[in-house]
């Protein structure tokens, strides 16, 4: 569906932004559909739709451009961030090429230094050699950011929050300030908050994308991924992008997110429950050297956390004591947690950054940061908590 074209069914309607969180996560973009009085979203596989004459569509002309389904999915997680559009795309990585081709050649971007390994790749590996800059700076460190800026180059700050893998928090309100001070975006990643916990758009920033791979679909079944904004020249120039690049997700994929964003609510509760036990668990431990939880008061930025997020999420990280090859035991040790990259599903997956989602980034770059080799990453499910424990203490006996 071409940007500022007459809605179709469903509607670009957000629902009553009044109504709570969770009732907008069952029915936000999805009402019955008005020929059966199905009750959920049809799964629109088509590739073109018939016109009644030339130009005369009735809203959608072509898959790429536009699908029932996707709009419904679109329309959906702009209620929940708060924001008037909603832009989906094929997987988190193609919504952030997509977001970085808003740029030109000469531009600056500051981006969070510890992002997740995919992202700094098509930073480094794709765009910096077609001519954009990127300065990667701990933006927990206002004064250090502010100091990577570029007035009349810097054009976007890109801020993760919590940070993947070492799960900083970074004030999305402060950082926003400093981006619009030199006429710059700011862009935030809130894939490990999700819309539940944190709206970055409320403090200030001009978009909010998200890897729907992960929590809001849930269910380690479906890649993609998705931008929120209320700016409208931001989103019409997305929507442009998505529609010209053609990075767009099909019907089945979003129809798959939307039936997980129906449960977001209720998962990310238990994600949380399970998160901070782990957590607590895990600092009495003899053979850990830290445990990283935004949720603990131990966090550097535990203050921020408390100030700006409703909940602190389902990731933990730890250093185990020991070399690589220990660590390497451990995450190969769990029964009930099960070694895989990824995260935000109903199960807990276990993983080692520096030999797996951060692989691409530099050893020494890895290590500046505080990636280190014995750095242990845990999507905490929602299974029960007591059980994720007792794995937890068995894979340090076997993993000696």
Known sequence: MSYGSDNPWPPRDLLDAHLGFGTRCIHAGQPAEPVTGAVMVPIYQTSTYVQDGVGGHRGYEYARTGNPTRTALETCLASLEGGKHGICFASGCAATTTAIHLLQPGDHVVSSDDVYGGTWRIFQ??????????????????????????????????????????????????????????????????????????????????????????????????????????????????????????????????????????????????????????????????????????????????????????????????????????????????????????????????????AMTHASVPKATREAIGIADGLIRVSVGVEEPDDLCADLKQAFERSR
Not at 240 to 255: K, V, Y
Request: some cysteine.
């Open 125 to 354: 590996t794709v765009f910096q050699p077609l001519g954009i800059e990127f300065s990667f700076v701990d933006m927990t460190d206002l004064e250090a950011t502010r100091a990577a800026l570029r007035p009349g180059k810097t054009k976007m700050l890109w801020v993760e929050t919590p940070t993947n893998p070492l799960l900083k928090i970074v004030d999305i309100e402060a950082c926003a300030a400093l981006a619009h001070e030199v006429d710059a975006w700011c862009f935030v990643d809130n894939t490990f908050a999700t819309p539940c916990f944190q709206n970055p758009l409320a403090l200030g920033a001009d978009a909010v994308l998200h890897s729907t791979t992960k929590y809001l679909g849930g269910h380690s079944d479906v890649v993609g991924g998705a931008i929120l904004s209320n700016d409208d020249e931001i989103a019409g120039n997305l929507f442009r992008l998505q529609n010209s690049i053609g990075a767009t997700p099909g019907p089945q994929d979003c129809f798959l997110t939307m039936r997980g964003v129906k449960t977001l609510h209720l998962r990310m509760a238990a994600h949380e429950r399970g998160a901070r036990a782990v957590a607590e668990f895990l600092s009495g431990h003899e053979e850990v050297d830290r445990v990283i939880y935004p949720g603990l008061s131990s966090h550097p930025q535990y203050e921020v956390a408390r100030r700006q997020m409703s909940g602190f999420g389902g990731m933990v990280s730890f250093e185990l004591r020991g070399d690589l090859a220990r660590a390497e035991r451990f995450v190969s040790s769990t029964r009930v947690m099960t070694l895989a990259e990824s995260l935000g599903g109903v199960e807990s997956l276990i993983e080692l950054p520096a």
